[in-house]
């Protein structure tokens, strides 16, 4: 009954107004799989790279009790790369390159014992990719999917094809005017759900996020960041905080589902905090519950 | 010990993507005193207006407990009247006229009897009027003033002088971000609070609002809108539920102000319901109860 999941593992190159760093560890299932292990455990994952991925980075994981059985490491292949420089203002980036070497020919296997998972978390890639991916597994109980623009633009009939399987899909906020065809997010809200999924969760940066589902909306607030130093990997660290604290206590109910939807919020502030996945690797779970505590302060009233 | 609005008063032609409507009642002194209304009263307003301008809005003013003793009628004179068009997703607008008429040479004089109001709302208006306004009053307690783009860029200097005799300053996001020249909001907001508001509001639309003070600071929900059919006047209508509020049971504490944001946030909820102003003229205290109701289901995890 354990948690996968399933998405991208790469190098990247990142710029900000601030710093930049070169190869660091990114990957859309590496910061899912961090920031879900602060909650439950063990998570499996399923991804590549090549045979230049540090054995650093893999014990890493190891000590976050990451299963990586899934991993396929490819004898005399590169590990996916990408490049991007981030803004002023940190909220757009432009992409400076994207080697996708092993990535492209991503056939994600899912290992026999995988297959019974009871959670799973699809990550941004390509929904055909996504699909191959549900069709290996026997029961899966709970399906959390991330997409992006470049999906809806480019796969729009896979994806929705993806979004009929899935329980939650969790997207930013241009991400739900684009795959809704309507401005008004409350409006494209429920044109998404009509697609499938019973939970829709939009992510909207600096303004917080919103759990629409059952008939009602939950609003919560941005942790107030002073200071961003890399936004990379923010929406994954959500992605993985909030289905590792569902997966944690198995309650799919909407309240619980608030509490979630703020342990992601959480995870994806730390995640900010340093560059890569820097923020995501060394939490107590006291500063994990502080900031839960702040998060309620912020947005009580009575 | 009243409650004191002074500020713009015109007619308005409006038309968004749904409807248009001409010569309909507008200005902020409008759309604050009857969100004020529903709170406290009577408050009290100061304003101009030309010879044109209908008995049955003075009518519908006076029906709201408006003390109008201070609106200067100019005989011969023509109200201020302003044209917009709003865009397909009604965040944005294009001014199509602006007839300042009897506005241009509006000087504020405050009735005697409102020169001893405790309670303050310095409309969007030029700084040095807003200033001539306060000096005329005897001993105000709590100052909470509006402005906008065109004064952060056009009369800075007049602006900073007003801030620092002002008790809460209410503005958007963009201009918070103009007038800090700082894009991060949180540290925005500090720059702003330096330069002397005790308590910073920073409308986002349909992302909320946040209030600042005391070194705390509360992210109020906004309320799920799908049909905005008119955003004019939904700041003001802010400004005047929130103050209105807040002048009622007269407790200035940092708890007492986030219930006010709230209240605030509701007035201009109804506001945008309807066009012009009809969406504040008549509400019960049970629809703004409820309304409030909602806000807190709205953002209330544990």
Redesign the interface.
């Known amino acids: 009954m354990g948690l996968l999941i399933v998405g991208s593992i790469g190098l990247d190159n990142i710029e900000t107004p601030f710093d930049k760093i070169e190869g660091a560890l990114g990957g859309s299932t590496t910061y899912i799989s961090l920031a879900a292990s602060y909650f439950t455990g063990p998570v499996s994952i399923v991804g590549v790279v090549g045979d230049d991925f540090s054995q650093d980075h893999i014990k890493m994981l190891e000590d976050h009790n990451i299963d990586h059985e899934g991993l396929q490491i490819v004898e005399g292949g590169k590990t996916f790369r990408y490049g991007c420089r981030y803004h002023?203002?940190l909220?757009t980036r432009d992409s400076l390159f994207t080697d996708l070497n092993v990535f492209e020919s991503f056939n994600p296997i899912i290992p026999d014992k995988d297959k019974k998972a009871s959670f799973v978390i699809l990550g941004n890639i390509a929904p055909s990719l996504q699909t191959t991916v549900l069709d290996q597994l026997e029961n899966p109980k709970f399906i959390v999917c991330d997409t992006m623009n470049f999906w809806i633009n480019g796969a729009l009939e896979d994806l929705k094809k993806v979004l009929k399987r899935v329980n939650v899909l969790i997207i930013n906020d241009s991400e739900a005017r684009l795959l809704s065809k309507e401005?008004?997010?409350?409006?494209a809200a429920k044109i998404i759900s009509d697609m499938g999924p019973k939970y829709l969760i939009i992510k909207?940066g600096?303004?917080?996020a919103l759990l629409f589902g059952e008939n009602?909306?939950?609003?919560?607030?941005?942790y107030?960041?002073?200071n961003?130093f890399d936004p990379t990997g923010a929406g994954d660290a959500f992605a993985g905080g909030f289905t590792g604290y569902l997966h944690k206590n198995m309650e799919l109910s909407f309240?619980n589902m608030?509490?979630a939807?703020?342990y992601g919020s959480i995870m994806a502030s730390f995640c900010v905090e340093k560059f890569s996945t820097k923020g995501l690797e060394n939490l107590s779970f006291l500063e994990i519950k502080n900031r839960f505590i702040e998060f309620?302060?912020?947005?009580?009233?009575?």
């Open positions: 002023y203002d909220n401005p008004n997010l409350i409006k909207k600096e303004h917080g009602q909306i939950f609003s919560a607030p941005a107030p960041m002073e961003i309240e608030k509490r939807v703020i309620r302060d912020l947005s009580t009233f009575d």
